[in-house]
RNA sequence: GCGGGCGUAGCUCAAUGGUAGAGCGUCAGCCUUCCAAGCUGAAUGUUGUCGGUUCGAGUCCGAUCGCCCGCUCCA
């Protein structure tokens, strides 16, 4: 990681106009939307040549640093490094699968809309207050809500007008009342009967065919909505063929899909996205402390890739939001970033659970397969010596990251207003990052220039290209280059003038421009390639 | 899914119901020795799509698709 180039102050990202930032999406070739000639797709977005170029190396720089590097070289709670292996899983998996997970059966929580108001409730939150004889009209409130539940009972009152006790009063859940009488319950903020539409379920699964004879029903199969679950189903097999010892993680980096009910926000709730996972595997009685270690350091590193200042943020979250799966577990942390749509809050942008034991019990229960590890280190000491060893199911602390959502925070946060310069605004990437890494240019294109400047490029190219994009560009006035450059986000352009190409002092020299600062420095060419490699971090 | 706004060239936007334009960018040429300089020229549009009203629709109406905002939701 490159420590030579200063970190900039982050600029509030409230400051920052998402039109702006999507319209040079598409200008610069970052992001376009997908099937756009046919009108576009809801919740779909393609990347141009520098978006997939700026993600893969978002989605490197993530598998190098967890996975090859183990958390950055981080020495984890237990004194030892940490150890990380990877694992590509398939998108379409048994549907079982998905139901041992939870995804099929609990999660797609039904909804009821009210007609009159225009207002839209979690069925399962919805109670229904009626006199105790259940006659006569009803009236629904917010279960868990004060407010809502004593205005129930004062037009409750009004109705019967009369005052009731309690006993005198009967409340029942909305989805235990049959859909006939819904044409007596008054929505919870309506003043008419029979406003509410019956529960709908949304199923947030994309259903699929698996199978030529494409029967809906008989071969049904999902896209995957998270690449967890490829994880879980191969505990087993890592520790049993990779010489892996507890603790250690597994991780995935694919696709995933959601039936979002609104896709919003550019590219930020998207229906195809892809994750960045990493099921950390330790016994239950470390957990606590692996959560704490994952929750630092997933902040830390991406304050080292460039999401800086007081446009990132590590939250806890309260308990009442907890997730299914991490109920029992010590928290769930969210990275979250000011996205300039979200601002002056915060969209996630990773998450940190501690999931416990849940999705390898799940998977136990429904598979009837042991998953459970054998530990050598632990338990009572044998008479010879030995532990006897302990036999459990891990618990699991799961930092799972956005990769479209880091490549859309990278980009809110590079992109940088400046009236003073020719483009009014760059991109600054982190070197590590950007899609350009650098681009060679001849001052004019004559006078032996272009012949030195595209030789310096193909030595550029051939030792830095697999990073990124090296660019020559020999057009126009080198003014508008490096215009060009800065919106691209290219953070060094190297200038071959007719010092370079004439006897003197200067001679065998360029200029290095650095686009934060706009400055240029002299050093021979020979040096460029060190100093490029010292500057990307390699 | 509901409500509101919007949809014209790559981008930003004009065009009273009457011939679809500008700026910037892009490309070509000239020029140019360090920050979108200048000159000349060029390409790019079924005005998101479909239908209707009209002698005539970018403009009015309806539907549809997409984007933005609010509500709602978010494993």
């Given amino acids: 990681m490159s420590d030579a180039t200063p970190q900039p102050k982050s600029i509030d990202n409230a400051d920052k106009s998402m039109d702006d930032i999507m319209s040079l999406c598409k200008r610069r070739g970052f992001i376009y939307q997908a099937s756009e000639i046919y009108g576009g797709i809801n919740g779909f977005w393609d990347y141009g040549p520098l978006g997939a170029q700026l993600k893969k ?40 699968v998905w139901e041992a997970s939870g995804h099929i059966g609990g999660f797609n929580d039904p909804m009821v809309d009210c007609r009159e108001t225009k207002s839209r409730y979690r069925a399962d939150h919805v109670q229904v207050m009626s006199q105790a004889s259940g006659e ?111 603790p250690f993680g597994i991780a995935n980096v694919g696709k995933s899909f959601r039936n979002e009910v609104t896709p919003r926000n550019f590219t930020f709730r998207s229906r195809e996205f892809e994750q960045m996972e990493c099921e950390f595997f330790c016994h239950a009685d470390d957990a ?154 001849p001052l004019v294109a004559k006078g032996g220039m272009p012949e030195v400047a595209l030789e310096l490029h193909r030595e550029l190219r051939q030792r830095f290209g697999k990073y990124g994009l090296i660019e020559y560009d020999a057009k126009q006035s080198v003014g508008k280059r490096y215009a060009r450059m800065d919106e691209a986000g290219c953070p060094f352009c190297f200038t071959i003038d007719g010092e370079t190409v004439e006897d003197g002092p200067n001679k065998d020299t360029v200029t290095v421009r650095d686009r934060d600062t706009a400055e240029q420095t002299r050093m021979p060419i020979s040096q460029v390639a060190d100093f490029l490699s010292q500057k990307l971090g390699l």
């Fill in 136 to 246: 006569g009209q009803m009236y629904a409130f917010i279960g868990g809500d004060d407010a809502s539940e004593a205005a129930a009972r004062k037009k409750l009152e009004k109705y019967a007008r009369t005052e009731l006790t309690d006993d005198q009063i009967a409340v029942t859940p909305l989805v235990e009342l049959d859909l006939d009488v819904y044409g007596r319950v008054v929505g919870p903020d309506a003043k008419e009967a029979g406003t509410l539409t019956a529960p709908r379920a949304f199923n947030l699964m994309f259903p699929t065919v698996v199978g030529a004879t494409g029967d809906v029903e008989d071969d049904k199969a999902y896209l995957r909505p998270e690449t967890a679950q490829g994880i879980f189903i191969h505990f087993k097999n890592v520790v049993d063929t990779t010489r892996v010892k507890l």
């Fill in 57 to 96: 190396n978002l989605r490197d720089a993530w598998w190098e640093d967890v996975i090859m590097m183990g958390c950055s070289g981080a020495t984890g709670p237990d004194g030892e490094p940490v150890e990380i292996v990877p694992l590509d899983t398939c998108i379409i998996q048994n549907p079982k």
């Fill in 288 to 441: 606590k402390d692996w959560y704490q270690f994952w929750r630092d350091s997933r902040m830390a590193w991406w304050e080292s890739i460039g999401l800086a200042g007081a446009n990132l943020r590590l939250r806890e979250h309260d308990t009442d939001e907890l997730a299914h799966y991490a109920k029992d577990g010590a928290g769930t942390a969210d990275v979250e970033y000011k996205y300039p749509f979200t601002a002056p809050d915060y969209g996630e942008l990773e998450g940190i659970a501690h999931r416990a034991d849940f999705d390898l019990k799940q998977h136990q229960e429904h598979s009837k397969v042991k998953l459970e590890y054998f530990d050598t280190t632990r338990g009572e000491l044998a008479p010879n010596g030995q532990p006897e060893g302990e036999r459990y199911l891990p618990h699991c602390i799961e930092p799972a990251a956005g990769l479209d959502r880091g490549v859309l925070a990278l980009i809110c946060e590079a992109y940088t207003p400046d009236p003073d310069r020719p483009s009014k605004v760059f991109m600054r990437f982190h070197p590590r990052i950007a899609p350009i890494k650098a681009a060679v240019f």
